[in-house]
C-alpha cells in the first residue's frame, strides 16, 4: 500500500513514541489503575500499525518484520509459562505468587503480577502486528 | 440509566445497516460505529479495563477489513443474481430459530438475579482477599492473575494459535513487486 | 431487564447475517456482531446501582463496588474475537485468490 501525505508523515514522526510510551505506562502500572497486559500490549501494536499505515509499505523489509515479531512473540509467551512453573519448582502448587507483596500502592507490590502483565504485553503486541503484515500489508505475488 | 438504552438503539440500527447495505465499505465503517457505542456503554456501567480494551480492538478490526475490501475488490457485493428457493429456506430457518430463541430466553430471563441488582457470594471474598492478602490496588488484574491465573495461560495459548494459523495460510512463496 | 433484550436482538441481527447472506464479508461482519453481543450482555451482568469500578484508591475506602468477575472474563474474550475475525478475513482472502469472487454459491468446484 502505498504512504499518505505530508502532514500525516510529520506529526506520525512526533507521535508514535509518545503513543509507545504511553502503552509501556499501561502495562507497568497494570496493579494500580486500570489497563493491565492486554490493554498496553494492544496500544503497542497499535503504534507500530500507524507507522506502517502512514509511510506505506514499500521501502519496509517484511522478512525482518517477520523474524522480530516472532521472536518476541515466543519470548513472551515463555517468559509467562516460566514464571508460572517457578511456583511447581518451589513445591507447593503450580502459579503460586512467591514474590514478597510489599506496601500498598508502591510500584514493585503484590507478588507476580508486575512480571505476568509485562510477557502477557510482549506477546499481544507482537501477536497482533505479526497478523496485521501478514493481511494487509504483504507484497509478495504467488509463483505459478 | 437514559443513556444506556439510547446507545443500544444506536447500535442496533448502525448494526442493521451494517448487514443489509450494498456498499462494502459502508458496511465496515458501519461496524466501527457498532463497537464505538459498545465501548462507551462499557464506561456507563463501571468497567474502564474494558473500554480500553474495545477501542484498541475495534479500530484495529475496521483497519483489517478495510485492507482486505482495498486490496481484492473495490464493487460492491452480489445482489443482482436472482433469488432460488435456498435463500427463501434460509430465512424461514432464520425466522422459526428466532422466535424458538426469544421465547426460551425470555422465560431464562425471569430467574435472572435483575438488572443492577447482583448476587456477589463469591466476589465479596474475592475483594477482601484481594485487598488484604495480595495488596493489589487494581482488583481485576488481581483476578486474572492471582484467582484465576489459569484461564490467562489458556487464553495465551488461544492467540498463539490464530496467529500461527493466519501466518500458515497467508504463507507465499514468489518474489516481491 | 431491558437492556438484556437489546443485547439478544443485536446477537440476532449477526446470526441473520451468518445464514442468509451470500458474500464472505458480511459474513465476516456477522461474527463480528456475534462477539460484540456476548461481551456486552456479560458486563451488563454484574453492574450493581449506584456502586463504582472496583479499584481502591485510599486506604480504608467503603466497599461499594461492581462485580469484578465477569469484568475479568470479558477482558480476555475481547482480543480473542480479534484473533478469530483474523483467521476468517485470510480464508477470505485465500478465496479471492483462487476464484476471482466473493460469492458461496460459485466457491463449489474443486480447482483444477
Redesign the interface.
Known amino acids: ?1 502505498k504512504g499518505m501525505t505530508v502532514i500525516v508523515k510529520t506529526i506520525t514522526k512526533l507521535l508514535c513514541g509518545l503513543i509507545f510510551l504511553y502503552g509501556i505506562y ?1 502495562i507497568a502500572h ?7 497486559g ?2 498496553g500490549g ?2 503497542i ?2 503504534s507500530f ?1 500507524l507507522l506502517i ?1 502512514a509511510f506505506g509499505s514499500e521501502e519496509f523489509k ?1 522478512q525482518m518484520g ?1 523474524l522480530y515479531s516472532s521472536i518476541f ?1 515466543s519470548v513472551g ?1 515463555l517468559l ?2 516460566l514464571i ?1 512453573l517457578f511456583g511447581l519448582l518451589l513445591g507447593i502448587s ?2 503460586y ?1 512467591f514474590l514478597p ?5 508502591m510500584l514493585f ?5 508486575p512480571l ?2 509485562l510477557a ?1 504485553g510482549i ?2 503486541g507482537a ?2 502486528f ?3 503484515l ?10 505459478e | 440509566m437514559i443513556e ?2 439510547i446507545l ?2 444506536v ?2 440500527g448502525a ?2 445497516v ?2 443489509e447495505i450494498k456498499d ?1 465499505l459502508a ?2 465503517i458501519s ?1 466501527g460505529v ?2 464505538f457505542s ?1 465501548a462507551i ?2 464506561i456507563l ?6 473500554a ?3 477501542i ?2 475495534e ?3 475496521v ?3 478495510v ?7 473495490h464493487i460492491d ?2 445482489w443482482t ?1 436472482e433469488k432460488e428457493i435456498r ?1 427463501y429456506l ?2 424461514g ?2 425466522a422459526f ?2 422466535i424458538f ?2 421465547t426460551f ?2 422465560l431464562a ?1 425471569k430467574e ?1 438475579p ?5 448476587i ?1 457470594k ?3 471474598h ?3 482477599k484481594g ?1 488484604e ?14 484467582f ?6 489458556g ?2 495459548t ?3 494459535t ?2 500461527i ?3 500458515t ?2 504463507r ?6 | ?6 443485547c ?3 446477537f ?6 451468518i ?5 464472505i ?2 459474513i ?3 461474527f ?2 456475534l462477539e ?1 453481543a456476548v ?2 450482555f456479560f ?7 449506584g ?7 485510599q486506604i480504608n475506602q467503603q ?1 461499594n ?5 465477569p ?6 474474550a ?10 476468517l ?6 478465496l ?1 485468490e483462487k476464484y476471482k ?3 458461496i ?1 460459485e466457491i463449489k468446484r474443486l480447482k483444477e
Open positions: 500500500m499501561i497494570g496493579h494500580l489503575t486500570p489497563g493491565g492486554f490493554a494492544v496500544i501494536a497499535a500499525i499505515l517484511e517477520y512473540e509467551g509467562f509459562l508460572a503450580f502459579f505468587n507483596k510489599g506496601k500498598l500502592f507490590s503484590s507478588g507476580i503480577i505476568c502483565n502477557i506477546k499481544v501477536g497482533l505479526a497478523i496485521f501478514a493481511i494487509a500489508a504483504s507484497r509478495f505475488i504467488i509463483k | 444506556l438504552y443500544l438503539i447500535a442496533i448494526g442493521i451494517a448487514v462494502l458496511s465496515a461496524l457498532v463497537g459498545v456503554m462499557f456501567v463501571q468497567a474502564p479495563d474494558l480500553i480494551v474495545q484498541v480492538v479500530v484495529l478490526t483497519i483489517i477489513f485492507g482486505v475490501i482495498l486490496k481484492t475488490t457485493t452480489t443474481k435463500d434460509a430465512k430457518i432464520f430459530f428466532a430463541f426469544l430466553s425470555l430471563f435472572l435483575g438488572f443492577g441488582k447482583p456477589m463469591i466476589a465479596s474475592y475483594l477482601i485487598f492478602e495480595i495488596k493489589a490496588a487494581n482488583q481485576v488484574a488481581a483476578v486474572i492473575l492471582d484465576r491465573g489459569y484461564d490467562t495461560l487464553e495465551a488461544v492467540l498463539f490464530s496467529v494459523g493466519v501466518l495460510i497467508l507465499k512463496i514468489g518474489k516481491t513487486k | 431487564m431491558l437492556p438484556y433484550i437489546g439478544i436482538i443485536l440476532l441481527i449477526g446470526i441473520y447475517a445464514l442468509t447472506k451470500r458474500n464479508i458480511k465476516a461482519i456477522g463480528c456482531l460484540y461481551n456486552l458486563a451488563l451482568i454484574g453492574y450493581k446501582k456502586s463504582l469500578a472496583p479499584i481502591y484508591t466497599r463496588f461492581v462485580d469484578p468477575i469484568q475479568a472474563l470479558v477482558l480476555t475481547i482480543v480473542i474475537g480479534l484473533g478469530t475475525t483474523a483467521l478475513l485470510s480464508v477470505a482472502i485465500r479471492h469472487t466473493f460469492d454459491k
